[in-house]
């Protein structure tokens, strides 16, 4: 059971525009940045998004995050097909001394 | 370039033990903290520990799931870190992930290692 909510799939037609959520609590994203990692099969992690909205040089501006009270979010503008991938969202949380909370993940299909 | 390295893993009994490591390069490993990060057969992310750097007194935390069993080190002068491993239990299957958070992308887990299998079985 992963500290944060996500929902486990999501989909959308190329082209489309999609969401993911995640919902936490006032000890992780209500207190601090969220952050979102895309990963596809047999490879590591990539950070996608830091502090709540920004993006690493190398990641394309159709992905987007936002953060309200102790829920955030990462939109895919213009959806294609090599955006299928897992997507988790992370937060430091106050109660763990150091340590950051994922999601459970949230396998995005392009149809 | 920024790199991470592990290996040291491979299949144990339960109740066995297995110590990792994670090689870096490409960055000041000495002032950066190091965290584990483990990811069981098609399951989530789940971070495990951490450790801070010498200015910060090498301070650990653990996650519940692998307190009292686990245990993290670092060699600053190898530029290597190292997840010691004991008691293991099925449920510690998983890929084994060294990361660290970039001051460059406060404080996002970048890069990450290309993950070290531990499987745990009889």
């Known amino acids: 059971q992963s500290v944060l909510a996500q929902p486990p799939s999501a989909s959308g037609t190329p082209g489309q525009r999609v969401t993911i959520s995640c919902s936490g609590s006032?000890?992780?994203?209500?207190?601090?940045?969220v952050y979102w990692y895309q990963q596809f099969p047999g490879t590591a992690p990539r950070l996608l998004i830091y502090?709540?909205?920004q993006r690493p040089p190398g990641v394309p501006d159709r992905f987007s995050g936002s953060k309200s009270g102790t829920s955030a979010s990462l939109a895919i503008s213009g959806l294609r097909s090599e955006d299928e991938a897992d997507y988790y969202c992370?937060?430091?949380?106050?109660?763990?001394?150091?340590?950051?909370?994922f999601g459970g993940g949230t396998k995005l299909t392009a149809l | 370039e920024v790199q991470l390295v592990e290996s040291g893993g491979g299949l144990v009994q339960p109740g066995g033990s297995l110590k990792l490591s994670c090689a870096a390069s490409?960055?000041?490993?000495?002032?950066?903290?190091m965290h584990w990060v483990r990811q069981a057969p098609g399951k989530g992310l789940e971070s495990i520990g951490r450790?801070?750097?010498?200015?910060?007194?090498?301070?650990?935390v653990y996650a519940a799931s692998v307190k009292g069993r686990f245990t993290i080190s670092r060699d600053d002068s190898k530029k290597t870190v190292y997840l010691q491993m004991n008691n293991l239990t099925i449920e510690d299957t998983a890929v084994y992930y060294c990361?660290?958070?970039?001051?460059?992308?406060?404080?996002?887990?970048?890069?990450w290692g290309q993950g070290t299998l531990v499987t745990v079985s009889s």
């Open positions: 990361t660290r958070p970039n001051g460059n992308l406060p404080e996002g887990f970048d890069p």
């Open positions: 490409g960055f000041t490993f000495s002032g950066s903290a």
């Open positions: 450790i801070r750097s010498k200015a910060n007194s090498y301070a650990t």
């Open positions: 006032s000890s992780n994203i209500g207190s601090n940045y």
């Open positions: 502090r709540n909205n």
């Open positions: 992370a937060a430091w949380d106050d109660s763990l001394s150091g340590l950051v909370v």
